[in-house]
């Protein structure tokens, strides 16, 4: 009876603990929608908007976040199950933490393959009947069937992943078999897996290509964002009094080429061209003009302006951070390069022999829950908020051709599924960013377990059993792995990509930093009209420029 009492008081102790877990995340989850929502609304144009793009686009960046949000769960249970001592809890046994794990594994399953849905059907459909409206004459069936023949296409390479990843065997069968007893063997491998390699071969080739992003956005962003703040902008009266000039200066060429034609004889073909590109620099000219007077006038800008030194501090604490988060991962990538097991491995350390303030750091808030949630979720948005700051400096491109332009209160339903997708991506690399920095915490938690170690007492020798911290040389069966390391690091050459992507993060950032130092203040409606501006939105001033 005693005993039966006992484990139902360690299932009701277990049960209660999971429920903390998830609890927090739910509440979590509840302001990340309302996040998404708010973020989505800012920056789409209210004149093009359009509401499936709108969903769709807080639908996909809300799954990227919670799937982030999902980490620090996935870490608390698993250290929540031993004591600090090493020794698993009364209610730890192998059916309760078996339940655990499955748990957040389902959660796991579920919120990737709504990413790939998103990725790889969603998304592209969405975006492809929009741009086939945007043709004009086509009715809405012509639009629904173009873009499920591009979307096709999109369809066919998630399912090459998929079977890419269910077939790449992480054992090598016998060189002696046969050629059925290898098909065998992979088959076997497929179901052993439950499909957990194909899942994870896709989810870490859609993390290679937020590795690109976060190089070619984050890493600037990380930069330009803090010195921006820093510096400010230029003055609406200061810059309305160059644009005035510059209007007099171009309506006075335009009338100079006008003066050859009094006599009714054409212009040459030369004159012709530099008259075109006078009116066109002439109306670039006006729509700023319009935008500086507004403004000029705007309370917005006198309030911004009020605010100048929180701005400033703010600046100060972004680029600290910056500083912070690159020697982290310098001191981390270091420690690989002078002690991992080599590439072959993917870069795997065991144990931390470099530390760096992060990783550290961490583990010690894991503790005291939620307390490395807090950090976490700071991480995340401020990578969220760099890449913004990135994506608005340098714009969408495709190779050289820029592609769309992200403005406050002016992008269009195509550019916003673009963004969404890019900080999609971008928060799926977050998490081997964060493995990156502290793999310990990311693996195991708080987690110890127990090793031998002998010790003398008045000329006797005893063994004596003293907890270890957990890591990657750590007995299978004494440390729990969470599920969030099992799906990212199943293949060791998306580790070892990763580890090469952090050193060229590290090198954007600090181009950036000289880049973004060199350049002098932005102009109070930085962004808002350009030479090859075709946006219609751009008719309107935005009371967010500055």
Known sequence: MAAAAAAAAGSGSAYAELVIGWWIFGLLLLAILAFCWVYVRKYQSQRESEVVSTITAIFSLAIALITSALLPVDIFLVSYMKNQNGTFKDWANTNVSKQIEDTVLYGYYTLYSVILFCVFLWIPFVYFYYEE?????????????????YTFGFAVICALLLLVGAFVPLNVPNKNSTEWEKVKFLFEELGSSHGLTALSFSISSLTLIGMLAAITYTAYGMSALPLNLIKGTRSAAYERLENTEDIEEVEQHIQRIKSKNKDGRPLPSKDRRALKHFEEKLRTLKRRERHLEFMEKSCWTKFCGALR???????????????????????????????????DSGFIIFGTNLTNPLNMLLPILQTVFPLDYLLITTIIMY?????????????????????????????RPQALLFLCMILLLIVLHTSYMIYSLAPQYVMYGSQKYLIESNATY???????????????????????????????????????????????????????????????????????????DSDLSDDEPSMYSS
């Open 133 to 149: 409206k945007e043709e004009g004459d086509t009715s809405r069936c012509t639009q629904i069937k173009t873009a499920f023949k």
């Open 383 to 411: 990578f969220i908020f760099t890449s913004m700051a990135g994506i608005r400096n340098i714009g969408i491109w495709f190779f050289w051709i820029r592609l769309y332009k992200i403005r406050r209160g002016r992008t």
């Open 458 to 532: 008045v000329e006797h020798n005893h063994t004596l059993s003293v907890p270890k911290k957990c890591d990657a040389d750590a007995p299978e069966d004494e440390c729990i792995v969470t599920r969030t390391y099992l799906f990212l690091h199943k293949f060791w050459f998306f580790s070892a990509v990763y580890y090469f992507g952090n050193w060229a993060f590290i090198a954007v950032f600090l181009i950036g930093l000289i880049v973004s130092c060199c350049k002098g203040k932005k102009s109070v409606i930085e962004g808002e009209v350009d030479e090859d």
């Open 309 to 343: 030194p929180l701005k400033i501090i703010w600046g100060i604490f972004f680029i600290l951070v910056a500083l912070l988060f690159t020697v982290s991962l310098f001191l981390s990538n270091l420690d690989k390069a002078l002690h991992s097991a080599g590439i």
